[in-house]
């Protein structure tokens, strides 16, 4: 498996509360992803980096704040968490861009 | 805005049956990508094609790239326990280079 660590790989929070996601890689990928999860939606893109301190809006990026300050590191944040957000939260990594993605074990967030 | 859907949604098959999964893009594609998703796991990468009417085969997985680039389709031929997951396609987003769109998935039960 790609060198891909998510933490925390399971979080409880309550509502409007911020919430920040991990996610590290020992890849050197250039391209790293988070999606979401939920039944019936497959996976959607919620931001995505090609590069550091180079970041892009998906199709939920709404409520998302992304920052990549280092090739290794890209974190998610709520900056204040709804019940809607509840999810699993993947992120994955890519060497070439869109393609041949690694995936993360993935985030289990609630938001009470 | 470009959209990627697959059937069906759920597949029953009883093992050793054969099943085919659909994936269509309402845009052409210049890759189409499978990935599977066991349950509780993360998304794994399985294979991509490129080419119009491309055929890929992994051992009893056999990949389809339609000819005009927006279809693509999934056989198992002898299906076993082993295949039991979400199978879910993806292809690059026409409007945004770098953005990977994920259908929903195709969820496989396999009864022994």
């Known amino acids: 498996d790609a060198g891909i660590t998510q933490s925390p790989r399971h979080k409880v929070t309550e509502t409007g509360t911020p919430v920040t996601l991990r996610c590290h890689q020992t890849?050197?990928?250039?391209?790293m992803y988070w999606y979401r999860q939920d039944p019936g939606h497959g996976l959607r893109l919620i931001h995505y980096?090609?590069?550091?301190?180079?970041?892009d809006k998906g199709e939920v990026s709404d409520g998302y704040s992304v920052s990549r300050s280092k090739t290794e590191d890209f974190l998610l944040t709520l900056e204040s968490a709804t019940s809607s957000q509840t999810s699993v939260y993947f992120c994955?990594?890519?060497?070439?861009?869109?393609?041949?993605?690694?995936f993360g074990s993935g985030t289990q967030l609630s938001v009470l | 805005g470009q959209q990627v859907m697959q059937i069906p949604q759920y597949q029953h098959v009883q093992e050793g049956e054969d099943f085919t999964t659909y994936c269509n893009s309402s845009?052409?594609?210049?890759?189409i990508q499978w990935y599977k998703q066991r349950p509780g796991g993360h998304p794994v990468f399985l294979i991509q094609?490129?080419?119009?009417?491309e055929v890929k085969k992994q051992k009893r997985l056999t990949f389809q790239f339609g000819e005009a680039k927006k279809n693509s389709s999934l056989h198992i031929t002898a299906t076993q326990t082993t295949d039991v997951g979400t199978y879910f396609c993806?292809?690059?987003?026409?409007?945004?280079?770098?953005?990977?769109?994920f259908g929903a998935g195709t969820q496989v039960v396999v009864t022994p």
């Open positions: 993806a292809g690059p987003r026409a409007d945004s280079w770098g953005k990977l769109q």
């Open positions: 094609l490129v080419k119009s009417g």
């Open positions: 845009t052409t594609l210049s890759n």
């Open positions: 994955a990594i890519s060497g070439q861009g869109a393609q041949e993605l690694f």
């Open positions: 980096s090609y590069g550091v301190k180079d970041t």
């Open positions: 890849e050197n990928h250039r391209y």
